[in-house]
């Protein structure tokens, strides 16, 4: 990392390309939403929960009264609590460019704070957001005055259609691997089957590895780095272990409507058909909760204004998209804090 602070006129005259072409994708962006009805809105980060994912980290603080009590808040790590809400109000399609706060998450790829760009289409199939997530990276490029996406060596044409391919086609393709014979139609996963399975690969996973964390491994070691180059791949169908907030795809229970974008290898959205079942996701946040006591000694409340809303919310498609990642790629910078206006401080390692 460079020792001369962003906002010195030397570095920042280097930045600045990267940072204008920042500033025509997401003006491109907003003609695009406008131009399809969506209504942007603008989801307040102070949160009673940060979100409800094991290896989601937020950020806490203390919300002082007026009497001077104090209250645990956090900032979000996604606007997806409150945009859901806005759902359940009777808002119908609703986008944001919201700043997100994830903690222990730092480098090329990751910054602590970054900006998502999160959109819902209710009555809408989640196949919609695909297309949508095709329009955008050609706007991005274009925005850019660049013909390919760029991380690392790798290229990717914004202008071709993605590739949609299932993590168990990927699992298969990539690593050899029956990822659906270690998921149950409950739900349920066989932990010992895909141990035997990883080991032969080649993928070094321990005896006690949960059934997560060697999917995890799989997935990065294997599979991610063919994902995105030439074209986008849109890897669809996780199993539902793997999909907190997503419902099952309707032909297979032991999978959902879950998909994500990459890129050069590189993540850019995550998309969901919107689990709209209450009771199922308060048991799918416990279990989440549960994993997270186990992994890392803490655990976030559930916010039942959230879970109250959600029984009324109708049905919908939701996806977050890396928004300064497609920056990124699309002016081929390599680091994330290249194409952030004020990048946060170096001192966070």
């Keep these: 990392m460079s020792q001369t602070p962003w906002w010195s006129p030397s570095r920042h005259a280097d930045r600045r390309p990267a940072l204008l072409a920042r500033a025509r994708i997401q003006a491109a962006l907003r003609g695009w939403l406008t131009d399809h009805a969506f209504l942007e809105v603008d989801p307040v980060a102070l949160q009673v929960s940060p979100g409800n994912e094991a290896h989601l980290h937020g950020f806490a603080t203390t919300a002082i009264g007026n009497d001077g009590a104090g209250v645990p808040m956090y900032l979000h790590t996604s606007p997806e609590f409150a945009m859901k ?77 993605p590739e949609r391919l299932s993590v168990a086609e990927a699992f298969l393709r990539h690593a050899g691997i029956d990822l659906l014979a270690t998921c149950g139609a409950d739900g349920s996963t066989d932990a010992e089957g895909l141990r035997a399975q990883a080991r032969a690969a080649g993928i070094k996973v321990g005896d006690e590895d949960t059934w997560s964390l060697m999917l995890s491994k799989v997935l990065v070691e294997k599979v991610e780095p063919h994902l995105g180059h030439g074209r986008a791949t849109i890897l669809d169908r996780y199993p539902v272990a793997e999909a907190a907030l997503a419902r099952p795809a309707p032909d297979d229970p032991r999978v959902a409507e879950r998909f994500e ?32 006591a186990r992994i890392y000694g803490e655990r976030y409340p559930i916010d039942e204004d959230f879970l109250a809303a959600l029984a009324q919310m109708p049905a919908a498609s939701g996806i977050a998209m890396g928004f300064d990642r497609l920056v990124m790629l699309a002016t081929s910078a390599p680091r994330i804090d290249d194409v952030i206006w004020t990048p946060v401080s170096d001192q966070i390692a």
């Excluded at 994830?102 to 990751?110: I, Q, V, Y």
């Excluded at 490029?141 to 290229?155: D, M, Q």
């Design 85 to 161: 809400k806005l759902l359940a109000a009777g808002e119908t399609r609703i986008a944001a460019f919201a700043h997100v706060w994830r903690n222990r998450e730092r480098g090329p790829l990751h910054s602590p704070e970054f900006t998502m760009l999160e959109w819902y289409r209710v009555g809408e199939d989640y196949s919609v957001l695909m297309q949508d997530c095709a329009d955008f990276l050609r706007l991005a490029a274009e925005a850019a005055g660049s013909s390919v996406l760029r991380y690392k060596g790798h290229a990717c044409d914004p202008f071709a259609a």
């Design 261 to 292: 974008l990459y890129a050069c290898g590189v993540e850019l959205a995550n998309g969901f058909g919107e689990l709209t079942n209450a009771a199922e996701q308060r048991l799918r946040f416990q279990a989440e909760m549960d994993e997270k």
